[in-house]
């Protein structure tokens, strides 16, 4: 299973194509495009301002991930783009 799901638009990708947000179990933290060695629950972006602005929308990624999100994530995956 490579293909991995957008929370901005839905569309199913390759894992290479999207942001991964980790929510770390070991440290509580959110880690962007995570190693090998990050574990927690996880969602997954395009890179394009449209589906970060998706994911912020409605808490989408606070739901997702059931912890708070620090606006500053938001600066943070867009300049990963
Ligand atoms: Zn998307």
């Known amino acids: 299973m490579t293909d991995r799901k957008c929370i901005g638009c839905g569309q199913v990708k390759n ?4 942001i991964k947000i980790t929510k770390e179990h070991a440290t509580n933290s959110l880690v962007i495009n995570g190693n090998a060695h990050t574990f927690g629950r996880s969602a997954y972006l395009c890179y394009n301002n449209t589906c970060i602005e998706n994911a912020f929308k409605k808490n989408k990624l606070q739901k997702i991930l059931k912890t708070p999100i620090p606006q500053e994530l938001k600066g943070n995956l867009i300049n990963e783009l």
């Open 15 to 18: 894992r290479d194509e999207l």
